[in-house]
């Protein structure tokens, strides 16, 4: 899902930073952030979790959902 995420930064139809935590390097964020599941996307604002979308999804479906999340924040 990263490479996806970011196409989607490069083509700017998501426009927020994004970063790759790879989970076995990460053990600690991994259990501050409560991913249970790989892939997860977690959007972070002001500090706290907005949103989170977990599983192999496609472009529209993380289009969307970011779309949505963002409209919250």
Avoid at 1 to 7: D, I, N, R, V
Avoid at 31 to 60: D, F, K, M, Q, Y
């Amino acid at each position: 899902m990263w490479g996806l995420l970011q196409q989607l930064v490069q083509d700017r139809t998501v426009q927020v930073p994004a970063i790759d935590l790879e989970v076995s390097q990460n053990p600690e964020e991994v259990r501050r952030l409560g991913i249970t599941l790989v892939p997860s996307l977690v959007l972070i604002h002001n500090g706290r979790e907005a949103s989170r979308l977990t599983g192999e999804v496609g472009a529209v479906t993380v289009t969307s959902w970011m779309q949505a999340a963002m409209e919250t924040v």
